[in-house]
């Protein structure tokens, strides 16, 4: 069964500090871009932030810019999302997903092979 799974997600405090993890189950990530998104209740699911398939090609959201950094492990098959100067807006379930597109867009309709979504919370 092909599947990515998120972990990491938790309750932080504001200005605090999260790595959230998106592990591949049944194939190789190696040969896809990767997207993190997020979604609260009530409102569309957005681009956070996405890696292509090398590593080389990285797009971010203005909102989250200069605090997010994503990076990608081939050989752990892993891709993360490190997470600073947190924000309560950025409160949200947080998923990954794989795309064969070698351009970084935020298009959820590009991405497939959805995980279910690791909860992060910033709150005091």
């Known amino acids: 069964h092909l599947q990515l799974v998120e972990s990491g997600g938790d309750l932080v405090q504001p200005g605090g500090s999260l790595r959230l993890s998106c592990a591949a189950s049944g194939f190789s990530l190696n040969y896809y871009t990767i997207g993190w998104f997020r979604q609260t209740q009530g409102k569309e699911r957005e681009g956070v932030s996405c890696?292509?398939?090398?590593?080389?090609?990285?797009n971010y959201a203005d909102s989250v810019k200069g605090r997010f950094t994503i990076s990608r492990d081939n050989a752990k098959n892993t891709v993360y999302l490190q997470m600073n100067s947190m924000k309560p807006e950025d409160t949200a379930i947080y998923y990954c997903a794989r795309s064969s597109f070698s351009v970084c867009v935020f298009q959820p309709s590009a991405f497939g092979s959805w995980g279910q979504g690791t909860q992060v919370t910033i709150s005091s």
């Open positions: 890696i292509s398939s090398s590593g080389g090609s990285t």
